[in-house]
């Protein structure tokens, strides 16, 4: 297993690939995950499945659709499986998903959180057009999502459909005209939003597709009689920050802001002015200002690194 340090030798993207990425905010990796991957990712997603059916499963946990049942489970979304997760957990702070993300950053980057979206057979539903950074602002637009299909997907599956190109422009309200947060794009934006050059990421078990968090992107209704498990994780640059304090579903993770392949940066950048900023000392190793500057100095901050 790589540690966090060797995690930035590895580089799974091409400059291509990066270039791509950067010009149109999206890429496909069709076939990207090893068989042996592909297959602990489906052992454990359909332990979920099972796990789902209890009577008492938890909604912190379990997002379901309306009318899941023991006998006929539709699951909408496993709510943060890499802090559920050992195999996941794996996968995304020091296996191949830590590894492209690392690539596609340039450099060190910061886990946000994950999920898996099921998107079940015969109906799953929608995901309406929306872009993510709103949902979950952060001091910069670096954060992606990395997306791995764990079954085959082709067109009536609902892929996940993103506008090329949508990262770099209008920024949109996802509240409707009353103040309400809808997480979608208003009807009346939408002509504006280039959804007749989207294009929708099909491929194989283990295809991997990434978007950025100013893309505007969804997915429609699963009409197909195969469910269409995507499992989910985001990342920022490491120098990034999450403004808020939320995650996905309202709550950050216990693993939220783990760094993976690099160290903590020692600069960050806000309101476009790069400042050297301060160990991150929330969990401990301060105490005032007097102790800093009457000794030679605190002890190193102690940001969480995986490996
Ligand atoms: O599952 C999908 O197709 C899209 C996922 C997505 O955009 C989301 O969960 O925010």
């Known amino acids: 297993m790589p540690s966090a340090a060797d995690t930035t030798a590895v580089v799974p993207v091409t400059e291509a690939q990066r270039a791509d990425y950067e010009r149109n905010g999206y890429l496909l ?3 990207f995950l090893s068989a042996s991957w592909l297959e602990r990712l489906r052992a454990v997603a359909a332990g979920y499945v099972e796990a789902g059916r209890a009577p008492d499963a938890s909604p912190r946990i379990f997002d379901v659709e309306p ?3 023991a006998e006929n489970p539709r699951l909408r979304r496993l709510i943060s499986p890499v802090d559920l997760d050992p195999t996941i957990r ?3 702070l020091q296996g ?3 590894e492209l993300a690392v690539g596609l950053l340039g450099g060190p980057a910061r886990f946000h959180h994950s999920k898996l979206n099921f998107k079940w057979s015969d109906g799953g539903e929608e995901i309406k057009w929306h872009q993510d950074i709103q949902f979950w602002p952060h001091s910069d637009f670096s954060p992606l999502t990395i997306g791995i299909y764990l079954e085959d997907v082709d067109d009536e599956m609902g892929p996940m459909g993103v506008v090329p190109g949508s990262h770099h422009g209008e920024l949109y309200d996802l509240y409707d005209g009353e103040g309400h ?3 979608a794009l208003d009807d009346a934006d939408l002509p504006r939003a280039g959804l007749d050059r989207a294009v929708y990421l099909q491929g194989p078990a ?3 597709t990434v978007h950025n968090c100013c893309a505007v992107h969804g997915s429609m ?4 009689p195969r469910a269409r498990p995507l499992l989910l994780m985001t990342y920022s640059a490491a120098e990034s920050f999450p403004l808020l304090g939320v995650g996905t579903n309202g709550r950050t993770g216990k693993l939220t802001g783990t760094l993976v392949g690099g160290p903590a940066p020692r600069w960050i950048t806000v309101g476009g002015r790069r400042m050297p900023a301060a160990p991150n000392w929330s969990q401990g190793g301060y105490h005032t200002i007097f102790d800093v500057q009457q000794t030679d100095g605190g002890s190193p901050g102690s940001e969480t690194a995986a490996g």
Request: glycine share 14%; charged share 5%; hydrophobic share 35%.
């Open 29 to 31: 990796l069709p076939s």
């Open 67 to 69: 009318g899941h049942s």
């Open 90 to 92: 794996e996968l995304a």
């Open 96 to 98: 191949p998903v830590a």
């Open 181 to 183: 947060w809808t997480g």
């Open 206 to 208: 283990g295809s991997v």
């Open 221 to 224: 209704p699963n009409l197909s």
